[in-house]
């Protein structure tokens, strides 16, 4: 369905930009660390905010002089509970050319936000990435079963929607067969893969045919090449 050819490649695409911006983020931190001069500043005042909901963190104001004896304050990434008190001396890392934009010498403020992006940039693209692996793998094992699987003539039993999954409000509807393997006696079902739209009238027989792998009727394809194709 497209819709989930769509979520795959937005989960990875997004997940992929981010993790780029992580990088920018890492070298833009290290090009800053490299040229950065080291002082200390004094923690003048805690200013809090609230955010959208609800939870107030408390960003540290931080005083500190230049190597040329100019004085400048700046106001240091936020969080709850607060990270340093009022009147706490501090490492400053600031460029002399742009002293407004110091920074505490702190794993969080120097690579706090490239973390942040990074994680989140990773778990978006390994969702993405799992469900087109996943997708490429399938089409690869049906393709194996359409090309060397044994036919097999099932006994058609039922349409049944698959509840387990959802996209838009939709359920996708799945053809559910049975046979009976002469060599071992033993029952199997088998059930197609998932079909988003309802198969039931243009099932004109009761026999299906399902492809096995030689000795192991466990794996398997539901030959559904009867129905006709959806629309683009």
Same mark, same amino acid.
């Given at each position: 369905?497209?819709?989930?050819?769509?979520? !795959?490649?937005?989960?990875?695409?997004?997940?992929?930009?981010?993790?780029?911006?992580?990088?920018?983020?890492?070298?833009? /931190?290290?090009?800053?660390?490299? /040229?950065?001069?080291?002082?200390?500043?004094?923690?003048?005042?805690?200013? @809090?905010?609230? @955010?959208?909901?609800?939870?107030?963190?408390?960003?540290?104001?931080?005083?500190? @002089?230049? @190597? &040329?004896?100019?004085?400048?304050?700046?106001?240091?990434?936020?969080?709850?509970?607060?990270?340093?008190? *009022?009147?706490?001396?501090?490492?400053?890392?600031?460029?002399?050319?742009?002293?407004?934009?110091?920074?505490? &010498?702190?794993?969080?403020?120097? +690579?706090?936000? %490239?973390?942040?992006?990074?994680?989140?940039?990773?778990?978006?693209?390994?969702?993405?990435?799992?469900?087109?692996? =996943? %997708?490429?793998?399938?089409?690869?094992?049906?393709?194996?079963?359409?090309?060397?699987?044994?036919?097999?003539?099932?006994?058609?039993?039922?349409?049944?929607? &698959? %509840? =387990?999954?959802?996209? &838009?409000?939709?359920?996708?509807?799945?053809?559910?067969?049975? +046979?009976?393997?002469?060599?071992?006696?033993?029952?199997?079902?088998? !059930?197609?893969?998932?079909? +988003?739209?309802?198969?039931?009238?243009?099932?004109?027989?009761? !026999?299906?045919?399902?492809?096995?792998?030689?000795?192991?009727?466990? *794996?398997?394809?539901?030959?559904?090449?009867?129905?006709?194709?959806?629309? %683009?």
């Amino acid at each position: 369905m497209k819709v989930i050819a769509i979520i !795959k490649y937005t989960f990875a695409s997004i997940g992929l930009a981010m993790l780029i911006a992580t990088f920018f983020l890492y070298q833009n /931190t290290q090009a800053f660390l490299s /040229t950065a001069v080291t002082t200390s500043g004094t923690v003048i005042e805690l200013i @809090s905010s609230r @955010s959208n909901n609800n939870s107030i963190t408390y960003a540290p104001v931080v005083r500190f @002089s230049t @190597s &040329n004896g100019d004085v400048t304050e700046f106001v240091s990434s936020g969080s709850n509970p607060p990270a340093y008190s *009022r009147n706490d001396t501090v490492e400053v890392l600031y460029q002399e050319a742009t002293p407004q934009n110091a920074k505490i &010498n702190s794993i969080s403020d120097l +690579w706090g936000a %490239g973390l942040i992006v990074g994680i989140i940039g990773l778990v978006f693209f390994s969702i993405g990435f799992s469900i087109i692996m =996943a %997708g490429r793998l399938k089409a690869k094992k049906i393709q194996n079963l359409k090309t060397n699987g044994s036919p097999i003539e099932t006994q058609f039993q039922s349409v049944e929607v &698959n %509840g =387990a999954l959802k996209v &838009n409000g939709r359920s996708p509807y799945q053809i559910f067969t049975q +046979w009976t393997n002469p060599e071992s006696g033993k029952l199997h079902i088998f !059930k197609s893969e998932n079909i +988003w739209f309802d198969p039931t009238s243009f099932i004109k027989q009761n !026999k299906i045919t399902v492809l096995i792998t030689r000795g192991n009727p466990k *794996r398997y394809y539901v030959d559904t090449s009867f129905l006709p194709e959806v629309a %683009g």
